[in-house]
């Protein structure tokens, strides 16, 4: 079992920054592929960005390449997303989420339905 818990989310102008985190509970959470995904309001989840166990591979959105950079500390059982340069269109509440069932894949996944455990989401609001 994998329990996630987000923080760091909140109101930003245009052009802000935020850093998520993201705390795992678990002592396997090293060995898995960790993602973040996003969800606006009428609109489904999407994925963000992705990290494998080792750190060595990462993965973003077209959308958010440049602007947003995802990390891990495993010694800490924690996952970052700094976000920079922040639009009006990355308003959403964003997940985290833990891949457990492939541990020390290389290559972690942008598809949802492979991450089988999830935080509760932290709102981010950006302001034009």
């Known amino acids: 079992q994998v329990q996630l818990v987000e923080s760091g989310g909140g109101l930003v102008q245009a052009g802000g920054s935020l850093r998520l985190s993201c705390a795992a509970s678990?002592?396997?959470?090293?060995?898995?592929?960790m993602g973040w995904f996003r969800q606006a309001p009428g609109k489904e989840r999407e994925f963000v960005a992705t990290?494998?166990?080792?750190?060595?591979?990462?993965y973003y959105a077209d959308s958010v390449k440049g602007r947003f950079s995802i990390s891990r500390d495993n010694a800490k059982n924690m996952v970052y997303l700094q976000m920079n340069s922040l639009k009006p269109e990355d308003t959403a509440v964003y997940y985290c989420?833990?891949?457990?069932?492939?541990?020390?894949?290389?290559?972690?996944?942008?598809?949802?339905?492979?991450?089988?455990?999830w935080g509760q989401g932290t709102q981010v609001t950006v302001s034009s």
């Open positions: 989420a833990a891949a457990s069932r492939h541990k020390y894949y290389s290559n972690p996944s942008r598809d949802p339905s492979l991450y089988d455990f």
């Open positions: 678990g002592r396997t959470f090293s060995s898995y592929p």
């Open positions: 990290i494998s166990w080792s750190s060595l591979n990462t």
